[in-house]
């Protein structure tokens, strides 16, 4: 079957058969339901309301929760120096709320790792990770490799990019998670619709978030349509979630992780947390064309498990075509892009000896 022949069935599929092969455990409500707008109204913060740091060691301890941060970096010693400092002083060295600070890099050509590790964060690279499994290219590789490396029973994720780095990105999304136990999974978001000076920041997310993630979201799992930004790369999660879902390597990684985790769990396992400013380089439209094919490709592979398999043998494309132009002269360029993924960790057997899990 062809992939467009899919996705013509796919949308005249009849939704309103309960054994619908779309259907899935959880209750998907229309945008402004009840449901929605009780999980906006509980579950969405501004980052001020944990800025008790004294308060959210005293929770951590009293349950004996281990927290590591992970920064993910290829080619960030630009900003990777300031981010350990501001980091590490405020949330080590002065209140123990993070028990490790680790980049796990890409393979840099810079002076990334060496900066970070004169900075005290320990350096893993992600190549030497898990060897047995060998080596993939790509930040969700990193992020899937850290739940390997690192010790916490909270692990936070936080871009090595950003310029105006922040104790309140790190404590702000630990926060939830510390004091509320049914949250899973806490997403970070940068802009609220609020009247500040005169001045209104607007609400949502990026080019890609507005264009691609929101009205595949409102197609599909309306409910996820309540995070601001869900491709941010600030987020927190447990470890025992963590592990039992798979990991795409690359671009894909922020779509699956809310998908999978929903799926599981429903809506009441996340909350989201207002950062207020997060500045960044932006990428180029042809960076997120390539971006947003990645993406796509992860989103239909879960879609591919409510049909049974039905894309498994459709013929996906792996070729995405943009133009350039040359001295007036329109040439199509293809990228090979292959979303490809890792098993949920608790499939590697290395990770359940070092964690002591039986099978």
Known sequence: MKFKDIITNLTKHDHSNKDSL?????????????????????????????????ELLAIKEKKGQKISLCLPTLNEEKTIGKEIITLKSELMNRYPLLDELAIIDS???????????????DVYVSRDILPSVGEKKGKGENLWKAIYQLKGDIIVYIDADIANIRPHFAYGLIGPM????????????????????NTVRIAGGGRVT???IRPLFSLFFPEL????????????????????????????????????IYDEYGL??????????????????????????????SFFNRIDK???????NAEMEKIFRQFTCKDGVYEQVEHIICEEERPPMLEIPEYREKFHIQK
């Open 268 to 297: 009441k396992a996340f909350a989201q947390v207002d950062l207020n400013q997060r500045i960044h380089r932006n990428q180029t439209t042809h960076q997120l064309g390539k971006m947003s094919f990645g993406i796509l490709q």
């Open 225 to 260: 349509t309540a995070f601001i930004q869900p491709l941010s790369g600030e987020y927190a999660a447990r470890r025992d979630v963590l592990e039992k879902i798979p990991f795409p390597i690359g671009y894909g990684v922020e779509t699956s992780h809310l998908i999978d």
């Open 178 to 197: 510390l004091m509320y136990d049914e949250v899973k999974y806490v997403k970070a978001f940068y802009d609220r619709p609020l009247n500040i000076s």
């Open 306 to 312: 409510r049909l049974g398999g039905a894309f498994s």
């Open 22 to 54: 779309l259907h899935t455990k959880h209750t998907i409500n229309k945008p402004g339901s009840r449901t929605m707008k009780e999980w906006l109204s509980s579950r969405t913060f501004h980052h001020s309301s944990f800025d008790n740091i004294k």
């Open 107 to 121: 393979g840099s050509t810079d002076k990334t790792c060496e900066i970070a590790a004169s900075f005290g964060a």
């Open 210 to 212: 507005e264009i691609l």
